[in-house]
């Protein structure tokens, strides 16, 4: 089953963290409640990760059963090669930050794991560490807890959810918690276990979405979920980092992937499900090619002041995700899922 139109919802997520990274100095930043949005937009990996746990059940919701080697294959087939291109990108802007032990980390996707370290080399990888997990227990979730229809799991992912706002919040505004760039920072946000209720909660709206799918026109209450998403990012001082946002990402997922309203027809266009299909691509390499497209507009042309860097970048980041998608990301995804040496 493929779900085009919920496809460029990826690319919003995707652009809103983009900037979200960008020097502080943008005129975005300028605009009053604009900045406080992005800001905070780098929710948008919450998003990708319970639209990731959405999605996996809507791929798979007519097996009997998930062979694990198959779909372990198949999953890092999907991300690890440009998850390796952002590191070896990262490595020709910022060659004196690599050591062995970063790389080694890194090129296990475990550097989530240990406070400190979940931001070295390529920043954004971090939350390979999380997906890794995801795909670690998905199968054994489906084989013995979705395919059996077992309810246990809605409860226990409702209680996960939860407990995860719980903590996470009280967290942050205890002594223990020392504020940003620090370890106890890396805990509270990026520790893998912290965002396991974003999946399981992605799955319970995907079991929902194949037993229950009614297509009708919800472009009205697409929209006033949006308006929530960002009226809560604006005036709500919670952590919405580990899964909080799922009352509302939750129902524009849903809602989306059945509307077939206006909106649906505009997202599923090609040019903009074709963005949606070069997001992982803009997320995973946006920070080095940053760094690329600084240091070249200053050694060669002396550009430095932000907004024409910015003008200048997303460009360029546009069309170079564009070839990484089709020139490395594809061919790559194909060639491993046939690759004979991962099937023994």
């Known amino acids: 089953m493929k779900i085009s139109q919920i496809t460029f919802t990826r690319f ?12 502080k100095d943008l005129f975005l930043y300028k605009i009053r409640f604009i900045s406080d949005i992005f800001l905070r937009a780098n ?19 007519r097996k009997e059963k998930i062979e694990y080697l198959d779909f372990y294959r198949n999953r890092v087939a999907r991300i690890y090669p440009l998850y390796i291109v952002g590191l070896l990108l990262y490595f020709f802007t910022r060659y004196s930050d690599v050591s062995f032990y970063k790389t080694f980390l890194y090129l296990f996707g475990i550097q989530s794991w240990i406070p400190g370290k979940a ?36 409860i226990i992912a409702v209680l996960i959810w939860i407990g995860t706002q719980v903590f996470s919040n009280l967290y942050i ?19 893998p ?11 319970i709206a995907g079991l929902l979405f194949v037993k229950n799918r009614k297509e009708k026109n919800y472009d009205l209450a697409v929209v006033v979920f949006f308006i929530a998403i960002i009226l809560s990012l604006i005036f709500i001082p919670l ?10 990402f939750v129902p524009v997922i849903y809602l989306i992937s059945c509307n077939n309203g206006i909106i649906t027809k505009v997202f599923a266009l090609k040019p903009l499900e074709f963005l949606g299909e070069i997001s ?24 430095s002041e932000n907004n024409t860097l910015f003008w200048i970048y997303m460009p360029v ?27 023994r």
């Open 119 to 154: 931001l070295i080399l390529n920043f954004p990888g971090w939350s390979i560490s999380v997906e890794f997990l995801f795909y670690l227990i998905f199968p054994w979730l489906y084989n013995y807890l979705y395919s059996k229809g077992n309810k246990s799991i809605w």
């Open 280 to 303: 992982y691509a803009i997320y995973i390499i946006h920070i080095p090619v940053l760094y690329i497209v600084r240091s070249v507009l200053w050694d060669y042309f002396q550009i």
């Open 12 to 23: 919003i997520a995707a652009m809103a963290i983009v900037i979200s990274h960008f020097n």
């Open 43 to 61: 929710v948008g990996v919450s998003y990708f990760f319970i639209l990731s746990g959405f999605i996996m059940i809507v791929a798979y919701h």
């Open 173 to 191: 505004n205890s002594p223990a918690y020392k504020g940003p760039h620090t370890e106890s920072h890396e805990f509270s946000h990026y520790f």
């Open 239 to 248: 952590n919405f980092h580990n899964g909080l946002m799922a009352v509302f």
């Open 317 to 343: 980041l546009m069309v170079v995700s564009a070839g990484f998608y089709q020139f490395i990301e594809k061919p790559m995804r194909d060639y491993l899922r046939k690759a004979s040496f991962l099937k």
């Open 193 to 203: 276990l912290w965002h396991i209720n974003e999946f399981l909660i992605g799955n």
